[in-house]
């Protein structure tokens, strides 16, 4: 069974910050996207980091210089690294998987881990 693990969430003051980071188990194969998302109350998920099979990385506009996304292919883990948090960070932060083969994708999800930025 593929299971994506995340750690790394806390509380942490407004100007702190925080390195999440995403395992994959239970896997034969190996991502090729891997990516971040968050979820705050009453909101949607929304994206907030991508890596794809070439390496390209996409941000949202909200997190762009403050956040660093980064893998390690050899282990299907992937990372993201949060600077200058603000209290705006707070959500849930799921990470994400995506297989592509020639009959589809198939997106795998993580559990979240609570970020919560206050002073």
């Known amino acids: 069974q593929v299971q994506l693990v995340e750690s790394g969430g806390g509380l942490v003051e407004?100007?702190?910050?925080l390195r999440l980071s995403c395992a994959a188990?239970?896997?034969?194969?190996?991502?090729?996207d891997m990516g971040w998302y968050r979820q705050a109350?009453?909101?949607?998920?929304?994206?907030?980091?991508?890596?794809?099979?070439s390496g390209?990385?996409?941000?949202a506009d909200s997190v762009k210089v403050r956040f660093t996304i980064s893998r390690d292919?050899?282990?299907?883990?992937?990372?993201?690294q949060m600077n200058s948090?603000?209290?705006d960070d707070t959500a849930v932060y799921?990470?994400?998987?995506?297989?592509?083969?020639?009959s589809g994708s198939s997106t795998y999800w993580g559990?979240?881990?609570?970020?919560?930025?206050?002073?």
Do not use: H, M
């Open 14 to 17: 407004p100007g702190g910050s």
């Open 41 to 53: 109350p009453g909101k949607q998920r929304e994206l907030v980091a991508r890596i794809i099979d």
């Open 56 to 59: 390209a990385r996409n941000y």
């Open 73 to 80: 292919n050899a282990e299907n883990t992937v990372y993201l």
């Open 111 to 119: 559990q979240g881990t609570q970020v919560t930025v206050n002073s």
């Open 25 to 32: 188990s239970g896997t034969t194969f190996r991502f090729n």
């Open 85 to 87: 948090l603000k209290p």
């Open 94 to 102: 799921y990470c994400n998987g995506v297989r592509r083969r020639y």
